[in-house]
Nanobody, 121 residues
Framework: QVQLVESGGGLVQPGGSLRLSCAAS????????VGWYRQAPGKQRELVAA???????TNAESVKGRFAISRDNAKNTVYLQMNSLKPEDTAVYYC???????????????WGQGIQVTVSS
């Protein structure tokens, strides 16, 4: 069993930055893929960024050039640096981990409780 805890969310003005953290209860990120997802009211959950155990990263088109995912295995923590935030980035953000993104989305993964990010003036 793994517990994931997200932190770093909140209210930010358009154009601002936030860094989300996802801390795991045990060392797992070095062998698992980690994804950051978000879900806005009335919308489907979407994958924002992911990082594999080998360090390969991917980003959704909507956040390319603005968001960056990174990992600190020593701290059992994955980060999502979010820059140039837009109102449409407003959502609950979740981290999840599993052997692959496909495995996570098929239910074979662990999820955090989610954290609110609100971009508004």
């Amino acid at each position: 069993q793994v517990q994931l805890v997200e932190s770093g969310g909140g209210l930010v003005q358009p154009g601002g930055s936030l860094r989300l953290s996802c801390a795991a209860s045990r060392s797992i990120f070095g062998i698992n893929t980690v994804g950051w997802y978000r879900q806005a009211p009335g919308k489907q959950r979407e994958l924002v960024a992911a990082i594999t155990s080998g360090g390969i990263t991917t980003n959704a088109e909507s956040v390319k050039g603005r968001f960056a995912i990174s990992r600190d295995n020593a701290k059992n923590t994955v980060y999502l640096q979010m820059n140039s935030l837009k109102p449409e980035d407003t959502a609950v953000y979740y981290c999840a981990t599993g052997s692959t993104i496909v495995a996570i989305e098929r239910g074979a993964g662990y999820w955090g409780q989610g954290i609110q990010v609100t971009v508004s003036s």
